[in-house]
């Protein structure tokens, strides 16, 4: 049930409309019920996971909330963050580490069989295991209450407009809105569905028209010639951000027709004026919870000009994993895109500002 097909708009109406006739203390209850039959739409096997995970880092933060001792909430931090980066392991990288661990040791040591894990890759693993993870470490930091009741926070994790493509909403942000009652509200509604609307112009005039054009030259490169290359290259660019952009348009709008405001994912990143701008502009979500959660945690640019580096370094290295299980994407987020001292300091003031 992905966002550019008739069946979610479909079932998108039939929650809006039920959302806004119910009695709003059951208001929670149907986007969590909502969230959890959109997730199985695509496999209902791996619900038990996000259940999962859900329930393992509700428990854990109710544990650090009751703890006053740093050394007792760390405990309770770690095995959350444990918990969630080992699934998304098992679960997303395993097999790439298994095969390029069989592919080395075949070639320059002793055969390895290390046998891989026939599993689907479930969708959305990367955004609502980031989600867990941000809202567990503002728990431990004090920047969040923990939320007493399960189901809101399980409805914060699963949020449906949220599942699939982000933006990865703050707990600071988004659990607050839930508890709130929202009156049906034209303007809101009409801003919301505009946005949408816009989402899927994006998507499927654009996105998927330039597809048609790529894919062919990307799938044999070989048979076309410099400028066919040159031109997909280019369209290529508009295409990924089109995609992308639409689908958190239309999460985006999805969400403010409910009532609830979240945060921006893209703000015209190809006017950008730097590469450090142009970070700023792309993917807002996962680039801001990389640097509260992993770059200022290792000391951001505080520290000495080499270790900064290594923190830009190992971002950019983790940002690059968390896009896809290939070395294609480990070398491109270990590659510096950057030259010389001024551009290495603009991209520290990107991730610290």
Wanted: charged share 15%.
């Amino acid at each position: 049930m992905f966002f550019n097909s008739m069946q979610f708009l479909f079932f998108f109406f039939i929650v809006a409309v039920t959302y806004f006739t119910i009695p709003n203390r059951y208001r929670w209850l149907l986007l969590l019920c909502a969230s959890y039959i959109f997730y199985a739409s695509f496999n209902p096997r791996y619900i038990p996971l996000l259940l999962g995970l859900a329930l393992i880092n509700y428990y854990t933060a109710l544990r650090m909330g009751a703890r006053r001792d740093r050394t007792e909430r760390k405990g309770y931090l770690i095995i959350s963050l444990l918990s969630n980066i080992v699934l998304l392991f098992i679960f997303k990288y395993y097999n790439f580490f298994a095969q390029s661990l069989t592919t080395f040791f075949g070639q320059y040591y002793n055969p390895l069989n290390i046998p891989a894990l026939n599993w689907l890759l479930p969708i959305g693993i990367s955004f609502y295991i980031f989600k867990n993870m941000s809202y567990a470490i503002d728990v431990y930091r004090g920047d969040k209450i923990p939320e007493k009741h399960l189901g809101f926070y399980a409805l914060y994790v699963a949020f449906f407009p949220q599942l699939l493509a982000g933006p990865i909403e703050r707990s600071t942000r988004l659990i607050p809105q839930l508890h709130k009652e929202f009156d049906f509200d034209y303007s809101r509604i009409t801003r919301g569905m505009k946005f949408i609307l816009w989402g899927l112009f994006m998507k499927i005039v654009i996105a998927d028209t330039l597809a048609m054009l790529v894919d062919p030259v990307y799938t044999t490169p070989q048979q076309y010639g410099g400028m066919h290359l040159m031109l997909a290259t280019f369209f290529y660019s508009f295409q990924i951000y089109c995609d992308f952009a639409g689908y958190s348009h239309i999460a985006i709008g999805a969400a403010e027709v409910l009532g609830y405001t979240t945060m921006q994912n893209f703000d015209h990143p190809y006017i950008a004026q730097s590469i450090a701008d142009f970070w700023r502009r792309w993917h807002i979500s996962l680039s801001t919870w990389l640097r509260d959660y992993l770059y200022i945690p290792l000391g951001g640019n505080r520290v000495l000009a080499s270790r900064r580096y290594c923190n830009l370094f190992i971002v950019f290295l983790i940002c690059g994993l968390w896009h896809g299980a290939n070395w294609t994407f480990i070398v491109w987020g270990g590659i510096d895109p950057t030259h010389g001292k001024r551009s290495r300091f603009n991209l520290a003031i990107m991730v610290s500002a």
